[in-house]
Each structure stands twice: as C-alpha cells, then as structure tokens.
C-alpha cells in the first residue's frame, strides 16, 4: 500500500502500569499503521531516560526523556512520519503537556488497564530469576496504578487484560480514531 503523506502529524502516548503492555502494543499499533500505509514511528520512553544517575528531584530522568524525546519526534516528523505512537508513563497533567510540547503535535493519551492480579503474573514471568527486580515492579505496579488513577491524564483506556496485543491495538487505533 502506498503512503499516505498527506495527513496531518498526531502522536499518541499508551500510558499504564508496569507490567501492562505498552510496548508490545505501541509495537503492534505500529504494525498496524503500517500495513495501513500510514507512515510512522514507534518510540519507547523508558529508552530515552536510560542515563545514570538521574538528577537529584527526578527520580524517573523524565527530564533527559523529554530532550531525546523532542530530538527523536523531530526526526521523524522530519522523516515524514505521520503519526508517533510512544509508549511510557506520564503521572500528571503537567508531564501530559511537558511530553505535548515535546513531541509538537496533538497528543492523545490512553490508558492500558490490566486487572492487578493478571498485572502481577506478568510481571512475575518477567522477572522470575531478578528478585529484586520483581519486589520493585510488584510495588511500583500498585502504586502507580493509583497515581494514574489519581492523575485522571488519559483521553480514553482500553481493557488488556484478556485480549491478544493484536486485538489491544485494534481497539487503540478505532479508539484514537486512526483508522
């Protein structure tokens, strides 16, 4: 299918937990758009803050993501890239718009919600031989399942609890309007 160079720029975040899925569906969204021919890029937030140590006051290097975050969406709007889907975490409405100016399109946010027993199996298959790693992320995923809960960010969320990743970003993109 040909590329559709004609649409205007939109970005959207998968916002969730950890442990929920929001890489492996920002992948499979991606796919999606491309066998669409909607020209895009899929970028992993957790990537763009890996530096050591993270300054003093921000825990999550959420400042180092947002300049490789502005670099990397501008390259591939630059590119041609129609849509960005990013998949990451954003605990408030000050990061939604901090991540909205970075990326220099209109940005819609979902969540990815996975029931907290399911969120749990995950991420013990994940980390079964890194206990302390597992202590962490079975931690984290509570608390930040509040603190999202609580942020009230995302413009719609989609149910993974069950559904294949396929199915996820199905219904992400119908949801989004992308398709």
């Given at each position: 299918?040909q590329?559709n160079s004609s649409l205007?720029p939109?970005s959207l975040l998968?916002?969730g ?5 929001k ?6 969204v991606g796919g ?7 020209p895009?890029a899929?970028i992993d ?7 050591w140590?993270?300054p ?11 300049r490789?975050?502005r670099?990397?969406?501008?390259n591939?709007?630059a590119?041609?890239?129609?849509r960005l889907?990013?998949a990451?975490?954003?605990?408030d409405l000050d990061e939604?718009?901090?991540c ?5 399109t209109?940005l ?6 996975v029931d907290l027993?399911v ?5 013990i298959?994940?980390?079964e031989n890194e206990p ?17 809960d609580?942020?009230?960010v995302d413009?719609f969320s989609?149910d ?5 990743v396929?199915?996820v ?7 989004v309007?992308?398709?």
């Amino acid at each position: 299918m040909q590329a559709n160079s004609s649409l205007e720029p939109r970005s959207l975040l998968i916002n969730g937990t950890v442990g929920v899925g929001k890489t492996s569906v920002a992948e499979s969204v991606g796919g999606l758009l491309a066998g669409a021919g909607i020209p895009n890029a899929v970028i992993d937030l957790d990537w763009l803050r890996q530096s050591w140590p993270a300054p003093s006051g921000d825990r999550f290097n959420f400042g180092m993501m947002l300049r490789n975050l502005r670099s990397m969406a501008g390259n591939y709007l630059a590119a041609g890239a129609a849509r960005l889907v990013l998949a990451g975490v954003i605990e408030d409405l000050d990061e939604r718009k901090l991540c909205g100016d970075a990326v220099g399109t209109e940005l819609s946010v979902c969540r990815l919600q996975v029931d907290l027993s399911v969120n749990h199996q995950r991420l013990i298959r994940r980390h079964e031989n890194e206990p302390e790693a597992l202590r962490w992320h079975l931690a984290r995923a509570s608390e930040l399942g509040g603190i999202l809960d609580q942020a009230a960010v995302d413009d719609f969320s989609v149910d993974a609890t069950t559904r294949s990743v396929g199915e996820v970003a199905a219904d992400v993109i119908k949801k989004v309007g992308w398709l």
